[in-house]
Each structure stands twice: as C-alpha cells, then as structure tokens.
Nanobody, 121 residues
Framework: VQLQASGGGLVQTGGSLRLSCAAS????????MNWHRQAPGKQRELVAG???????TYADSVKGRFTISRDNAKNTVYLQMNSLKFEDTAVYYC????????????????WGQGTLVTVSS
C-alpha cells in the first residue's frame, strides 16, 4: 500500500491549509490513519489520528485548531489546519495501518513521503 500526501505550502500565521493523503494498492482495507509532523531539529510527533470507525485523537498542541477526517470510499485521510502558528511549521507525514483482503492476508504500515508546511510569522 502506497500513501501520497499533498497540500502543504506556505501560509501566514492565522491561515489555513488542508492536507490530503491518498492510499493506493490492490485489495486492501485501512485501519487507523494518522498524521505526524517533524519540525527542524525535533523528533517526529503524532499530530492527529482517526480510527477505522471514525474516532479521533489529537495532540494537545493542535486541539481546537486541526481536524482529521477520512473518506473510506476514497481511501483518503485529511487534515484541516486552521489558525496556524509559526510553531506548526514542519514536514507532515501521513501513516496508515492496513491489511489485505485476499489471500495471503498481510498486515502492514505505510508512510507517505511528507509534505512541507511553512507558517510565516
């Protein structure tokens, strides 16, 4: 399963961006889908996650500003980012757990290539 992230860019403080991450492959189902980020000189951190049933979790730093959602028909996860702050500047990575639906059954985890979000102060 391959993940393709898009939607990053340059935005001013207080602005908004919407990230997308589409999964592709053959005969698979997705479980949890997550967005992580890594700022320069910092460790990668989990930003938000959504389960296959739609339950969501958020890092405290983004609660109330970011919204994660998924479209199961399109095998896509989104991250709507509002009220962006300078400290949100990072490379954002999507990640998804999956399993195949035909024999042999396989489970795995895939990462997208990362999309850069730059918030200017």
């Amino acid at each position: 399963v391959q993940l393709q992230a898009s939607g990053g860019g340059l935005v001013q403080t207080g602005g908004s961006l919407r990230l997308s991450c589409a999964a592709s492959g053959s005969t698979f189902k997705l479980n949890a889908m997550n967005w992580h980020r890594q700022a320069p000189g910092k460790q990668r951190e989990l930003v938000a996650g959504v389960s296959s049933g739609g339950s969501t979790t958020y890092a405290d730093s983004v609660k109330g500003r970011f919204t994660i959602s998924r479209d199961n028909a399109k095998n896509t996860v989104y991250l709507q980012m509002n009220s962006l702050k300078f400290e949100d500047t990072a490379v954002y990575y999507c990640e998804a757990d999956w399993y195949t639906t035909s024999e042999p059954i396989e489970v795995g985890r895939s990462w997208g290539q990362g999309t850069l979000v730059t918030v200017s102060s």
